[in-house]
């Protein structure tokens, strides 16, 4: 069975510090893709990247950094410099096509 | 703007009644989504559309209903066969892999 593990519910930093989101995964499939969402106080879901099981090279994107590792079945987030803005929560997610295996979700407050 | 619209934002059931959530996508996406959040629980699937006419039922169906008549709606009925339907719905489009999310409907029960 396929499952994915946010094993923090909540995270409070103060801004400028880095942080780190864990992401657990369990699958036997060869081939799938991960996810990062976040879902701002508003609502919405937004989504920040995708990862494919064949990649493990790690992202930068702006202050946000994704490190996948296929030997840990893990797939972390660091968000650097945080800021009050990051305050979401943040869904990671395993699957492919039409159905997606989500974590609980991390609740991050960002502390001004 | 292109995107995905969910109304009403709060809705409120009595017991025995059916209501119905309505979402529109105007991003000439193909498959939608249903998705039931409950607090401290990832997003679970109720129903998901590929195609116009077409729909299937995802992990949570029970005591929910959908149709896809049109293109750009998916309108999600909660039934009164849904014990415990408080909770957070969200509508879905998706473009290949990634979803694009409305701001969700807050269902509670009188």
């Known amino acids: 069975a396929q499952k994915v593990t946010q094993a923090q519910t909540e995270i409070s930093v103060v801004e400028k510090e880095d942080v780190t989101l864990d992401c657990v995964y369990e699958?036997?499939?060869?081939?799938?893709?991960l996810f990062w969402y976040k879902q701002p106080p508003s609502g919405e879901l937004v989504f920040l990247i995708r990862r494919n099981s064949f990649d493990e090279q790690n992202e930068i994107s702006g202050r946000y950094s994704w490190n996948f590792q296929k030997s840990t079945s893990s797939f972390n987030f660091t968000i650097t410099a945080s800021q009050v803005v990051d305050s979401a929560v943040y869904f990671c997610?395993?699957?492919?096509?039409?159905?997606?295996?989500w974590g609980a979700g991390t609740k991050l407050i960002i502390k001004p | 703007d292109g995107g995905i619209t969910q109304s009403p934002k709060y809705l409120f059931r009595k017991e025995g009644q059916n209501v119905t959530l309505s979402c529109e996508q105007n991003?000439?996406?193909?498959?939608m989504y249903w998705y039931r959040q409950d607090p401290g629980q990832g997003l679970r699937l109720i129903y998901y559309s590929q195609i116009v006419n077409d729909f299937q039922k995802g992990d949570i169906a029970e005591g929910y209903s959908v149709s896809r008549e049109k293109k750009e709606s998916f309108p999600l009925t909660v039934t009164s066969a849904q014990k415990n339907p408080t909770a957070f719905y969200l509508c879905a489009s998706s473009s290949g892999l990634k979803l694009f999310f409305g701001s969700g409907t807050q269902l509670s029960v009188l």
């Open positions: 699958t036997r499939d060869t081939t799938y893709y």
């Open positions: 991003l000439n996406h193909d498959a």
């Open positions: 997610a395993l699957g492919g096509n039409y159905q997606l295996i």
